[in-house]
């Protein structure tokens, strides 16, 4: 399949207009024949306004109940502070440093995961706390340790002092691994957080900061569009100096970025993020290609590692749409079909050589914890998969993720070591948040392909196999100060739409035949 764009997706849907008085109105998309066997399958209402997608495969639906009211929604405690979230459920699982805040990468995660769930307030009261640990120079801390603030931390040789204010902005590890980490968890967070309110004022209120954060991640970036900071996501493999993840990372959050500042009409801003984003994917497709798949990191010493097999970073690529068209072609059947990837089964293992990993790129050579399946590896798996319209990889990784969870009574560790066995080596604390909180998002953004546009209008862009269609799914969707029931079907489309003001929708389509006629009423 050829590579796909989000322009190709707005050039094979269907858009609607649902106008709706502020009391509320519905209305339905259609084909010629009717359709109401769907009216069982309606989305089923939890708790506190938690809405769980009707899908037709009651695992998935099970797994996706139990990621959101026993983990993400458990692991809230505004007690500690108004929008405080744990990684982990409940109390346990970090100890003598709860509470702690985690913002880089598990930061967005949840705040990804909570949005979806309808916690918009909580996401922007965990902003504000972030925020308030924002350096001048823009840096932000990978860590805010409360109960450890002006403390030593990390191994004897290579320790830090955590800040006064009990943020934790090196990393003790030699390499400084997770330096360009904190700046696109920021942007990210910015992004979905304006994507799910269209507060513009909020928007307008933040972007100097989230701007300072960019520039912090420009000063880790060369002239040549190298972005250093070692590991992006992962501490053992250090991946001293440049990790393929960053570079890739680095791009998309400052396209992103330049899309908010152009929301705001800051258009110097917008091209200057463009045209350092355009300069750091220039070097990455060029410099890091090895003929049939990215090199898996830069060392300052060794040169380009490529020889892990397949890694996180040509998944990256693919996710982040930094790879060539023409580089993508030679990745993607690779990429496809690759198990490998799955440590024990679980999806997805940074890398599909994982034995050929040597001492000198682990500091300790014995802690090689990050040769691992993780849920932020898989995201970024599953985006790809997204991109290439790939339903079955998807519903894949998904069923694999809560087939792990229903055996463990829906309790998942951060991350799952190499097997030979066959069966899953789990590590790390139960009830870690990072694998329900992706099930949620990958749910949402990539399965039912909910694409919330910046200039308000919403896609479904469903990525699912032909039985779901026959089957029928749909969910409820609350955004923006509206809400949007959907079920659909291969020959209806049911839309009940409530909301302030009219509410641009549009929808991606399965193949059908084409003398069938839609209409909307």
């Given amino acids: 399949m050829s590579p796909r764009s989000r322009r190709d997706f707005l050039e094979d849907s269907i858009f609607a207009t649902a106008t709706a008085l502020v009391t509320g109105s519905a209305g339905q998309v259609f084909a010629t024949e009717d359709d109401s066997s769907n009216k069982s399958s309606k989305t089923k209402k939890l708790a506190a306004e938690v809405f769980v997608p009707s899908l037709p495969d009651d695992d998935l639906v099970t797994t996706y109940r139990h990621a959101a009211t026993e983990n993400v929604l458990a692991a809230l405690n505004p007690e500690v502070f108004p929008g405080y979230f744990n990684v982990c ?16 990468l598990d ?36 860590a805010i340790l409360p109960a450890l603030a002006g403390k030593p931390a990390g191994p004897e040789g290579s320790k830090v002092v955590i800040d006064a204010n009990g ?48 520039d912090y991640l420009i000063s880790l970036t060369t002239p040549a569009g190298v972005v250093g900071g070692a590991g992006y996501y992962v501490e053992y493999p250090s991946r001293i100096d440049s990790d393929g993840v960053s570079q890739c990372h680095a791009v998309d959050a400052l396209r992103r970025l330049s899309a908010l500042n152009r929301v705001l009409e800051d258009e110097k801003a917008a091209a200057g993020y463009e045209k350092i984003a355009d300069r750091i994917a220039s070097h990455f497709t060029i410099m890091y290609w ?27 690529a693919l996710a982040t749409g930094v790879a060539l068209p023409q580089q993508q072609a030679v990745l993607w059947p690779q990429l496809r079909d ?17 034995e050929t990993y040597e001492d000198w790129e682990f500091s300790p050579p014995s802690n090689r914890r990050d040769l691992a399946a993780m849920g932020r590896v898989w995201y970024i798996e599953s985006w790809a998969r997204s991109r290439f319209r790939d339903a079955e990889g998807l ?46 998002r990958i749910v949402n953004r990539f399965l039912l392909g909910i694409d919330l546009h910046l200039d308000g209008s919403i896609l479904l862009a469903p990525n699912v196999t032909a039985a779901f ?33 009219a509410q641009r929708l549009g929808l991606r389509p399965p193949a059908r035949d084409g003398a069938a006629r839609w209409k909307v009423t």
């Avoid at 942007?187 to 304006?194: P, S």
């Avoid at 990191?297 to 998944?315: E, K, M, N």
């Avoid at 069923?399 to 097997?419: I, K």
Wanted: with cysteine; glycine share 10%; hydrophobic share 35%.
């Fill in 89 to 104: 459920a409940g109390e346990k699982g970090y100890g003598s440093i709860y509470p702690s805040t985690f913002p880089s």
């Fill in 107 to 142: 930061g967005h995660q949840m705040t990804d995961a909570l949005l979806w769930l309808g916690e918009v307030e909580v996401a922007k009261l965990n902003w504000d706390y972030v925020r308030s640990f924002q350096r001048p120079n823009g840096c932000l801390p990978l």
């Fill in 167 to 214: 943020g934790l902005y090196e990393h003790p590890t030699p390499g400084n691994p997770l330096a360009a980490l904190a700046g696109p968890t920021y942007i990210q967070n910015a992004d979905v957080i304006y994507r799910h309110t269209l507060d513009r004022r909020w928007l307008k209120a933040q972007i100097g900061s989230v701007n300072l954060a960019a």
């Fill in 290 to 316: 090895a003929n049939t798949h990215f090199a898996e990191y830069l060392h300052p010493t060794r040169g380009f590692i490529s020889s892990h097999g397949l890694t996180d970073v040509d998944w990256a």
């Fill in 338 to 354: 690759e198990t490998a990837f799955y440590y024990g089964g679980m999806p997805t293992g940074i890398s599909t050589r994982p």
């Fill in 395 to 440: 519903l894949d990784g998904l069923r694999r993720v809560a087939d792990e969870g229903r055996q463990h009574d829906y309790s998942w560790r951060e991350r799952y070591l190499p097997s030979s066995s066959g069966s899953t080596v789990p590590l790390g604390a139960e009830r870690y948040c990072e694998y329900p909180a992706n099930f949620i």
């Fill in 469 to 501: 269609w026959d089957r029928g799914f749909g969910h409820v969707l609350r955004v923006r100060g509206t809400s949007i029931e959907f079920q659909l079907h291969r020959d209806s489309i049911d839309v009940t739409y409530s909301g302030p003001a």
